[in-house]
């Protein structure tokens, strides 16, 4: 049951993993996306903005926020101690 338990661990520390590596990329994109229109100007450049803000921002915040409770879950699950403070004396 142990060995079951780890490897349904793994596997969502992997799933973690890529969705904190594709939310760090699609904030990239938004950066890009910002140099971008700042560039290009006019009203175009409104249009790539009100893009990125209202629709392309609120999906990938919902994609962090899952991420990073999946993440928490799997550490819980695990036995990690990492969010903790601790004053142990080698």
């Not at 590596?21 to 229109?37: D, P, R």
């Not at 550490?75 to 101690?81: A, D, K």
């Amino acid at each position: 049951m142990k060995k079951v338990f780890e490897k349904i661990c793994n596997v969502l520390k992997i799933i973690f993993g890529y969705a904190i590596m594709i939310t760090l990329f699609a904030g990239g994109l938004t950066f890009f996306g910002y140099i971008a229109a700042l560039i290009i100007g006019g009203p175009t450049a409104e249009v790539i903005c009100k893009f990125i803000y209202k629709e392309f921002l609120p999906v990938i915040i919902y994609v962090a926020s899952a991420a990073v409770l999946l993440g928490l879950v799997v550490m819980y699950l695990s036995g990690q101690t990492a969010l903790t403070t601790s004053t142990k004396k080698k």
